[in-house]
């Protein structure tokens, strides 16, 4: 069974850093692809960041871009997000999740998920 635990969330002030952890257990996680995506109250869950299987590539939503950055230590079963220059648009529930399928953008093309873990951003 796989199981994705996310950590690392909490309250920040606009401008500041935070960086959230996923450990992945369940499968050969150096076979999948990654991804990071929000849910703010009352919007849709979007995408944030996805990595691939091979760490350098990654592909980050616009409006992160510049801000967040997206990695994984294969050993460690751990994929990260950078949060940087936070604004308070951030706040929302953040999910890791895994994908067979490389780089992809859509929650329905991965096939597990974390809990997720609360990021807010106060101005």
């Known amino acids: ?10 309250l920040v002030q606009a401008g500041g850093s935070l960086r959230l952890s996923c450990v ?3 499968r050969t996680f150096s076979a999948y ?4 995506f929000r849910q703010a109250p009352g919007k849709e869950r979007e995408f944030v960041a996805t990595i ?10 616009v409006s992160v871009k510049g801000r967040f950055t ?16 936070v604004k308070p648009e ?3 529930v953040y999910y890791c999740a895994q994908s067979s399928r490389d780089l ?6 991965y096939e597990y998920w974390g809990q997720g873990t ?5 101005s």
């Open 1 to 10: 069974q796989v199981q994705l635990v996310e950590s690392g969330g909490g």
């Open 24 to 26: 992945a257990s369940g």
């Open 33 to 36: 692809a990654m991804g990071w």
């Open 52 to 61: 691939s299987w091979d760490p350098t590539r990654t592909h980050l939503a």
């Open 70 to 85: 997206i990695s994984r230590v294969n050993v460690k079963n751990t994929v990260y997000l950078e949060m940087n220059s």
């Open 90 to 92: 951030d706040t929302a």
């Open 104 to 109: 992809r953008t859509r929650p329905d093309e």
């Open 118 to 122: 609360q990021v807010t951003v106060s």
